[in-house]
C-alpha cells in the first residue's frame, strides 16, 4: 500500500490545500494530513480545531484519509506510519526552490527511503495562501473564494474574535 503523507499547518485549510489532497488520492492508497504542531508558530486555530476542519472536508473520502498531527521530524513521523512519500504542494518558482531543499534533506535523512512528489495547485489557487486568507478575515472581505463554504462561517468568527 502506497502511504502518503501531506504535512502543513493548514491555518486554515485552503481551497489549494483541498486542491491538492484530492489530487494525492489520485496517487496514493492512503493520505494522512499531518497538521504540524510547531510552538514557534502563532496559529489562529488551534491544532485539534485545524484537524477538525480538515475532517469536514475530507470525511467524504472515507479511510483513504487519516489526519493526525506531528512534532519533530517528518521522517519520524513517516517511519512511524509506514509512509514513504511525502506530498508537497507548489504554488510559484519560490516553493519549488525552498521546498527542493526539504526534499533533498528528507530523502537522505529516510536514507533513501522516502521521496517527495511535488504537486501544482490550480491555477485559481497558484497565490492562495492561509496568511492570506487570514488577513482577509480580519477585514471582513468574501472567503468563499478562498475557503470551503463548509468553513468559511468559521474562519470569519475566529477572525471576529481575534480582532476583539
Known amino acids: 500500500m502506497k502511504i502518503g503523507v501531506y504535512a502543513g499547518s493548514f491555518d486554515p485549510i485552503t481551497k489549494g490545500h483541498f486542491d491538492v489532497i484530492k489530487k494525492s488520492l489520485k496517487i496514493t492508497d492512503k493520505l494522512i494530513v499531518a497538521v504540524m504542531n510547531n510552538a514557534n508558530k502563532k496559529c489562529w486555530f488551534s491544532l485539534e480545531e485545524r484537524k477538525e476542519l480538515i475532517k469536514m472536508l475530507t470525511n467524504e473520502f472515507g479511510e483513504k484519509i487519516e489526519v493526525k498531527s506531528f512534532d519533530g521530524l517528518l521522517i519520524d513521523f513517516m517511519k512511524e ?33 522516502v521521496d517527495t512528489i511535488f504537486i501544482p495547485a490550480a491555477r485559481e489557487y497558484m497565490y492562495l495562501s492561509s496568511s492570506a486568507v487570514r488577513e482577509a478575515a480580519t477585514v471582513g472581505a468574501r472567503l468563499d473564494i478562498f475557503v470551503d463554504t463548509k468553513i468559511a462561517d468559521i474562519v470569519k468568527n475566529k477572525a471576529k474574535n481575534i480582532k476583539g
Open 81 to 113: 506510519h509506514n509512509a514513504e512519500i511525502i506530498i508537497r504542494g507548489l504554488r510559484a518558482v519560490s516553493d519549488y526552490e525552498y521546498e527542493l531543499g526539504y526534499a533533498f534533506v528528507n530523502h537522505d535523512l529516510s536514507d533513501g527511503e
